[in-house]
């Protein structure tokens, strides 16, 4: 029955012409509205694509992947850049605004200051670096075009490492959807741990008189 239901799985041929725009569209929509993990999605396109037979798929996979990611975040800043510019802003810098802390806000604003572009490739390997950032940059008014060409090896650099992810995955174990299972979890918990960790030191109590 199982070797019934895997020679009806469509040809690989058909899969990348689904799942590249499939890819490329939730990577995009999840620069611009938290709503898909990326990360975890690039981990899932990296095990299908390790599991392929074409040498090119995991190349593939990553083009379509960075190439998503610089359009969602272009798009994201020229958004917030015609609130920045407008007298009376916009939801979209008012959407920046709530979805960075104050403080991660002036951090990202005093790194800005002292190391300007190198700053945005670190804001994407973060979690939860990007946004603060990209504001940081906003409220700056850093030009779109300097914007961009700092973001690009922001999106190559976080687009290896969630890749990576996936081929880890991929390579652990013979069926793919236990390596999607396996990256998926992974590339969730690399996002979730850095914000636990500031939770917990938050609720730490501070050093008495004596400390």
């Known amino acids: 029955m199982i070797a019934e239901l895997v020679g009806q799985l469509p040809p690989e041929g058909t899969q990348r012409a689904i799942g590249y725009p499939s890819l490329f569209l939730l990577v995009a929509l999840g620069a611009l509205v938290p709503v898909v993990p990326t990360g975890a999605v690039v981990s899932s396109a990296g ?28 798009a994201l800043y ?19 605004r ?11 604003q005093e790194k800005l200051r002292r190391h300007r572009v190198p700053v945005l490739v670190l804001s994407r390997l973060v979690p939860a670096g990007r946004i603060p950032v990209m504001l940081a940059c906003l409220l700056a008014r850093m030009p779109p075009a300097r914007f961009v060409r700092g973001d690009v090896p922001a999106v190559l650099a976080w687009t290896a490492t ?17 390596g999607v299972a396996a990256a998926v979890a992974l590339a969730l918990l690399v996002g979730a741990v850095p914000g636990a960790w500031r939770r917990v030191r938050r609720g730490w109590p501070g050093p008495g008189p004596g400390g």
């Open 162 to 178: 969630y890749q990576l992810i996936g081929v880890a995955g991929g390579s652990l174990f013979p069926r793919p959807w236990q």
């Open 78 to 96: 020229w958004l917030g850049r015609r609130g920045v510019t407008s007298r009376g802003g916009s939801r979209w810098l008012a959407a920046l």
């Open 47 to 74: 095990v299908v694509a390790f599991h392929q037979s074409t040498p090119f798929a995991s190349l593939s996979v990553f083009l379509v992947a960075a190439a998503a990611a610089l359009a969602g975040d272009a």
């Open 98 to 108: 709530a979805r960075a802390a104050p403080d991660r806000l002036e951090r990202a």
